[in-house]
């Protein structure tokens, strides 16, 4: 077993100015643990001290929307107007009481969203994927109403205390479909050419930085390449990368974009890092093309891997979803040498059947 003066995962690291006891990432994760208003309960705040006594550096929440047109799903948290800010403060503080940092995610569903709630979704054009499903296309005006909501939602963040703010801008969501050619068809400023296709993320990130100073730390979620002919390419999403920097970003969280993409598995033989994280070889790429901080998402279950990824140079940290759903205490668990994987089993079962359930293991 790995020590912990050896240990990358639990060396203290930076992003940005922010400072962190450790390489544990606890990635943003859906919960459905907010009223239908978008205010946060009590059990969340009681998810996120768990999380914090479990070990993780930093939480980032499950995805909170900058408007109510752009709500993606049902009990998903808000941060759309000023009266949530003590809401969000009680969050920061379950976090910090555990000696984790909180960085809020904000998004905007465009297309991703939950026509069961909301029938007329709005997206960057008409044309879809999947196919079958409709969509009005925004109106210039419309955008720069999302853009502004965007810095008011950092704002909001930053007044409550989080450590950071995290835009989402992967796994199909209004960012996402503005970058792939598959779901923006515009014409327009908005439109075209890859410059064109990144206006609505540069210009988000520009409304957040003005909202929050220089100084806040802000990430993002990139969805880095589509996994449909036709979508964002690799190299394509490099270029993205490569400009985050300029954009004001102080990380990258390497994803994947529209799909459900996960690069082909790797050949027999291959280390654990390479059989664990599929997105590793997108991270490499990444990393000779920017000098922000990496973290990689992705399938990582296994200690050996996270510590591979990290003692690679790939990325700077590591994020986990589902095994911290699974065991929140999976860092002291590490730490403690008790195990040395996941029990996080990807039996894909955190999803609720039914309304009014959250997301929570459904295994063990």
């Keep these: 077993m790995t020590s912990d003066h050896s240990s990358l995962l639990f060396q203290p690291g930076r992003l940005g100015r922010l400072e962190l006891r450790n390489r544990l990432v606890r990635s943003a994760t859906a919960e459905l643990r907010s009223d239908d208003e978008g205010v946060p309960s009590s059990s969340l705040a009681d998810m996120y001290a768990a999380l914090a006594q479990g070990g993780v550096g930093l939480i980032i929440s499950g995805h909170a929307y900058v408007d109510r047109r752009g709500r993606c799903h049902r009990n998903m948290t808000a941060a759309d107007r000023d009266d949530l800010i003590p809401h969000l403060a009680r969050l920061a503080q379950a976090a910090h009481q555990g000696g984790a940092k909180l960085a809020l995610q904000i998004n905007f569903g465009g297309a991703q969203c939950d026509s069961a709630i909301l029938p007329h979704r709005l997206a960057p054009s008409d044309q879809l994927v ?4 409709s969509c009005r296309a925004l109106a210039p005006g419309e955008i720069w109403q999302i853009v502004e909501a965007f810095g008011q939602a950092a704002r909001r963040a930053k007044e409550a205390g989080c450590d950071a703010v995290q835009i989402h801008g992967a796994h199909g969501y209004l960012i996402s479909q503005f970058l792939s050619p598959l779901t923006n068809q515009r014409q327009d400023e908005w439109g075209g050419d890859l410059p064109g296709r990144t206006r609505f993320l540069r ?3 520009s409304a957040v930085r003005a909202s929050v100073g220089p100084h806040y730390p802000l990430f993002i979620k990139l ?6 002919e036709g979508g964002l390419t690799l190299d394509e999403g490099l270029r993205v990368v ?4 300029e954009m004001g970003f102080d990380a990258v969280e390497i994803s994947h974009g529209i799909g459900d993409t996960r690069p082909v598995r790797p050949t027999p033989g291959a280390s654990p890092a390479e059989r664990e994280a599929p ?3 997108w991270a490499r790429r990444a990393r000779t093309v920017s000098r ?3 973290i990689l998402v992705g399938f990582l279950r296994s200690r050996a ?4 990824v990290l003692a690679s140079g790939a990325a700077d940290f590591v994020s986990l979803c589902r095994p911290l ?5 999976l860092p002291q668990r590490f730490r403690a040498g008790l195990q040395e994987e996941s029990s996080c089993i990807s039996c894909e079962r955190c999803w609720p059947d039914q309304e009014g359930e959250i997301v929570e293991c459904r295994s063990l």
């Excluded at 999947?130 to 499903?133: A, D, I, L, S, V």
């Excluded at 891997?305 to 591979?308: F, L």
């Design 242 to 245: 490569a400009d985050l920097a």
């Design 223 to 228: 969805g880095l390449c589509d996994e449909s």
């Design 325 to 329: 759903i699974c065991e929140p205490d």
């Design 203 to 205: 210009e988000v990130a």
């Design 305 to 308: 891997a996270m510590e591979e």
């Design 292 to 294: 922000l901080p990496i």
């Design 130 to 133: 999947p196919p079958g499903q």
């Design 279 to 281: 997105f590793l070889p």
